[in-house]
């Protein structure tokens, strides 16, 4: 009976950490119907079921069928001897008409309850109040420690043992106890006294709790003592003063802190808001009259807001901090949350003007021109230094703290390099690495080496010395800190996706989301997020369940507050609607569905980087559909931009094969040399990531070799062939929409030769059928439309060879909601938290460090 247990029923978290092992079926204990019930009471009454139908017909009118319910009303009425056994007649005898008449309609199970509870010793009804503050289940020892409050001087174990006689709780062990049903627990919890009264009663419960030393120390008696002086709040308020206010606020605080760590941050957010309160009416109150407790509840404050997407919030109270804090140390955590609240809001140009100065009071100076002479000479020597393990695996361990603050900044800077641009990510790279050099091995160490090799391969095309630093880098620490497990897995996602099966690689970017949102670093998780989406994208797999989990993120990234990484997101799914014909317009990029699910106009400041993102896409679209012009038009935005370290990543390889198909479309039309030398000089770019292992872009340099080809004016014969090298190759790796545009491009090939007709036709089809299993029905109907001729049948379209979401990998929809519900409630995240303790406790990374370079 769903109804009958709510979110913080055992049996609900019971269910949930068994669905994540196993499949079970469910099976819904509904209400019983008027035969159901007639059925019970002539088994239960021994009589037979037409002597009791008009009394099965009035429990049903006064139950709804609900069985607990039905049996509560039975023991009523016995009491009531309006059901009592005859002993001369040997039977069970009632009278419907006094049932009717001395119960109302308006009786209900919670009012029998509740008379019942009445009738009981004094002392049993004074225990199932106290029980009933502290929710369905209770352990005994804080009834013990609270019993005064309610006046209940009787020992607790007696009263117990009174109320299991009576069927009204339940006892599990020596440390817990339930109520039989939560109609029990509502129903003595509704005899207790009404308004400010009930509340000052859960104050005194909690300050009773708070100055037991001995019990507050295990972690779950802290939440329920917590708990009881929230549900009393405005009365511990007005009660509060002086000492009492700042014992109370530190409670909050630890309780608070706990919460963070168990990822429930809205509870923390809570806890943390009201011991803000106690401190004071104002920020300059509170930091006046108690200044470590202040400095701590608002910095904490800030983290646990920031963590949940509260942006004006956290803002607020880190701001309070900088200007409020005397000492430079009490405001380096709060410096970095509104650096991170810049960020999402998209405030560019602040986040870096702010990170500057943090890192200039830090001892770590920001510079303004990252190529100035004395920077580069000090990173040539920092290459040499690097080339060799030995050299690197001889550091000691960092002993200054203070460093890592500035580590934190500098990495976050780097996510936002795609918007602040590019040179910055690679100066704040090269910073950390003589930051590493010179102060030691840290935390950080691994994801500053897989940096330092994307750097490498962004500027140098060097995919063997990027992979060496990486697998260095999980060689030096095997055993990744959490707080930067999700930063190193999203970009060591994007950089093995070079080298190695890029379905494989994109799993790296999602659990870097899941581990970097169970610790509340919600920036770095959508970030690792939005790499696994558009990894998803240039995987070639059907793309039906990344629409599943690109809407479910996009609600997500707004949800959180983060608009800038939104923006980057959503002309991918725009791009996706298109490509399967969900979109009113398919032909255009830059509005449709996926814009309209929001009402969110949030410009990046300073930049409009964002807008890469869409011309991008919006290039690959038109190819798609054969609009060339406009494709050019995208191409011209494109080429000379200037994309740092997503040049070490596939999405980059995959621009730079629409940019060389582009130019031989464009030799194709015009004859001038200039596309063809470009064409060619992109095609080499890709020769050369093939040459390093690049697997995932063999088959796109396949298709320029066999472009390129059919250019030739005499000799073109060899082209046919290369095209089906290419084919074939996207087919056995999985990519099917490089399959689908090599089958395309081969078909308008020999187009051109009436002697190929025939050919064209089968590879027309050929494409069109790819596409369909990629998702890309609409691409399908353009090809149909812009070759009529060639399709006279038309109905072999709608049933494809192999449909999108199918089983396996496929069909899988990976986007986890109960990340986002762990934020909200202390009992999903404890949970969450069992039942992936050891799946995600510590990332062992010594397989990655043996990949073969």
Request: net charge negative; proline share 2%.
């Amino acid at each position: 009976q769903c109804e009958a247990v709510g979110e913080e029923h055992h049996f609900t978290e019971w269910k949930s950490q068994i669905e994540e092992k196993i499949e079970f079926q469910h099976m819904t204990f509904r209400n019983l119907d008027e035969e159901q019930v007639q059925s019970f009471l002539a088994r239960t009454l021994h009589r037979e079921p037409e002597d009791i139908e008009s009394l099965a017909v009035l429990l049903k009118e006064r139950t709804q069928g609900n069985f607990f319910f039905l049996i509560q009303l039975l023991e009523s009425l016995q009491q009531k001897d309006l059901l009592s056994y005859d002993f001369a007649k040997l039977q069970w005898t009632f009278s419907v008409a006094n049932i009717r008449k001395y119960t109302d309609v308006s009786d209900n199970v919670g009012k029998l309850l509740a008379a019942r509870i009445l009738q009981l010793p004094r002392c049993v009804e004074q225990t199932l109040k106290l029980a009933s503050c502290f929710g369905t289940t209770f352990d005994p020892k804080i009834l013990k420690a609270t019993k005064s409050v309610l006046f209940v001087f009787e020992d607790i174990s007696y009263t117990l043992s009174e109320a299991c006689k009576e069927d009204l709780l339940i006892r599990i062990s020596d440390r817990e106890y339930k109520f039989a049903h939560s109609e029990v627990k509502d129903a003595a919890y509704k005899l207790l006294p009404k308004g400010d009264e009930r509340k000052r009663i859960h104050w005194e419960l909690g300050l009773k709790l708070s100055k037991k030393r001995s019990l507050i120390t295990d972690q779950e008696v802290l939440y329920v003592c917590v708990d009881q002086l929230m549900q009393g709040e405005n009365i511990m308020i007005a009660s509060c003063k002086d000492d009492m206010c700042s014992n109370i606020a530190h409670l909050l605080y630890v309780a608070g802190q706990n919460a963070i760590e168990l990822s429930a941050f809205v509870v923390a957010s809570k806890y943390l808001k009201v011991g803000m309160r106690l401190l004071g009416e104002t920020p300059q109150d509170a930091f006046s009259s108690h200044y470590d407790s202040a400095v701590q509840l608002f910095t904490a404050y800030a983290q646990a807001t920031l963590s949940v997407g509260f942006i004006p919030e956290s803002r607020v109270a880190a701001e309070a901090v900088l200007k409020e804090a005397k000492r430079l140390e009490d405001k380096r955590e709060a410096s970095l949350t509104l650096f991170r609240c810049f960020t999402a809001e998209g405030r560019m140009l602040e986040q870096l003007d702010f990170a500057a100065e943090v890192l200039e009071s830090a001892g770590h100076k920001l510079l303004k021109d990252p190529n100035c002479l004395i920077f580069r000479r000090q990173w040539e020597k920092a290459k040499q230094a690097i080339k060799s393990d030995e050299n690197l695996l001889s550091l000691p361990h960092m002993t200054d703290k203070t460093i890592d603050i500035c580590y934190d900044i500098l990495t976050d800077l780097i996510l936002t390099s795609e918007v602040t641009g590019s040179a910055f990510g690679s100066h704040a790279t090269r910073r950390m690495m003589l930051m590493t050099l010179k102060y030691g091995l840290s935390k950080f160490t691994p994801l500053i080496l897989v940096l330092v090799g994307m750097d490498s391969i962004a500027k140098s095309n060097d995919l063997k010395a990027g992979n060496r630093l990486m697998q260095l880098g999980f060689k030096i620490q095997g055993e990744v800190d959490l707080a930067v497990k999700g930063r190193v897995l999203a970009q060591a996602c994007m950089t093995w996706g070079c080298t190695q099966p890029i379905s494989n690689c994109m799993y790296l970017a999602l659990d870097g989301y899941k581990a970097s949102m169970e610790i509340g670093d919600i920036q770095n998780a959508f970030h690792g997020a939005r790499v696994y989406l558009w990894s998803f994208y240039y995987s070639g797999l059907p793309f039906e369940p990344l629409l599943d989990d690109i809407e479910k993120f996009a609600r997500q990234m707004l949800e959180y507050g983060q608009h800038y990484i939104f923006h980057m997101t959503i002309p991918l799914f725009q791009m996706l609607l298109n490509l399967k014909g969900d979109s009113e317009d398919p032909y255009t990029i830059e509005s449709g569905a996926a814009y309209e699910m929001t009402e969110v106009k949030h410009e990046i400041e300073g930049t409009d980087r964002c807008w890469e993102f869409i011309r991008s896409y919006g290039m690959e679209l038109a190819f798609y559909f054969g609009d060339i012009e406009k494709a050019m038009a995208y191409y011209e935005t494109l080429k000379d931009l200037d994309i740092g370290f997503r040049k070490a990543s596939l999405l980059y390889h995959t621009r730079v094969f629409f940019f060389a198909l582009i130019n031989i479309e464009n030799y194709r039309r015009t004859k001038k040399m200039h596309y063809r030398s470009e064409a060619t000089k992109l095609t080499n770019f890709l020769r050369s990531i093939v040459e390093q292992g690049g697997v995932n872009v063999n088959q796109k340099f396949q298709i320029l070799q066999a472009e390129l080809n059919s250019l030739a004016p005499k000799d073109n014969s060899d082209a046919i062939r290369k095209y089906e090298k290419a084919i074939v190759l996207a087919a056995r790796t999985g990519f099917l929409q490089d399959s689908a545009l090599g089958n395309y491009l081969c078909a308008k090939f020999c187009l051109s030769d009436p002697d190929r007709i025939d050919s064209a036709q089968r590879f027309l089809k050929e494409a069109c059928e790819q596409y369909i299993s990629w998702g890309a029905i609409k691409v399908a109907e353009s090809v149909q439309e812009r070759h009529p001729d060639y399709f006279p049948e038309g109905a072999w379209m709608l049933s494809p060879r192999r449909k999108s979401g199918g089983g396996g990998l496929r069909s899988r929809t990976h986007f986890r909601p109960s990340l986002g519900d762990m934020h909200k409630s202390l009992s999903t995240a404890r949970r969450l938290r069992d039942s992936t303790a050891g799946e995600n406790g510590g990332f062992d990374f010594s397989a990655f460090a043996e990949i073969p370079l």
